[in-house]
């Protein structure tokens, strides 16, 4: 009975250890070091802040897309992280890189946990904002700028991390770093598509609750749309 909460502890530990201390985490995945438990840690902990964050831009609409918002925002992640880390991991293999499927995966997890932990923090904000106003679009607008903001900061906390688990393998070392870029752009496609396929995350307060909506229109137009409307020109 007492092991459970030890363990959780031990997983925000882990978290901790990354925010506090970066380079000593990151050079720890460099070197192999309890890689399973990271990755069981940053998996849990990003898990359970996206699930927090899911269910609070849910709750706009109803308890129903509270619950489904904080199922749907993790899968969101972690599926985007499962279609795009091959791509990542092979081409890196072909060209040079020796580090280990755990260790790109480890890798990955970190600025992962580092977007979840960025989206929880951003909480209290999205929750006033919340409780505040009832403009559907302005309230999906400022959480697509705040998911903007701590994936911009998450990629780039990956770009860093890459750079520094590749610091051994000289080897086509700058053809893997233009990949990675490339990956990053990818990765933010599939991750916008993907994130247009598993809506509605907050739900329209006129409509009854789905679970998912038809697949017409596209994210970018969406945001269009979501502008206009704010301006005054629709």
Not at 88 to 97: A, D, P, Q, R, V
Not at 201 to 216: C, I, V
Request: net charge positive; glycine share 6%; with cysteine.
């Amino acid at each position: 009975m007492v092991q459970r909460p030890v363990q959780t502890t031990r997983y925000f530990t882990t978290l901790i250890g990354l925010l506090r201390d970066r380079s000593l985490f990151l050079k720890e995945i460099r070197q192999g070091i309890k890689l399973e438990g990271k990755i069981t840690a940053l998996l849990i902990c990003s898990s359970l802040f996206f699930a927090v964050y899911g269910a609070i831009i849910g709750s706009s609409h109803s308890l129903l897309q509270a619950l489904s918002s904080a199922i749907k925002l993790p899968a969101l992640y972690l599926i985007t992280l499962i279609i795009c880390f091959p791509t990542l991991y092979f081409f890196n293999i072909l060209f040079g890189s020796r580090k280990s499927f755990g260790q790109h995966f480890a890798m990955l997890l970190t600025a992962v946990a580092v977007i979840s932990v960025l989206l929880f923090s951003f909480a209290p904000i999205t929750l006033f904002f919340l409780i505040s106003t009832n403009h559907y679009q302005f309230y999906k607008l400022l959480n697509v700028a705040i998911f903007a903001i701590t994936g911009f900061i998450g990629v780039k906390f990956l770009y860093q991390g890459m750079q520094l688990l590749s610091e051994e393998d000289t080897e086509g070392l700058e053809t893997r770093m233009n990949i990675l870029r490339f990956w990053l752009v990818l990765y933010a496609f599939v991750g916008t598509q993907l994130a247009w396929t598993l809506r509605p995350f907050f739900g329209k307060p006129s409509s009854s609750f789905e679970l998912f909506r038809q697949m017409n229109g596209n994210f970018y137009l969406d945001i269009v749309n979501a502008l206009s409307e704010i301006l005054g020109f629709q």
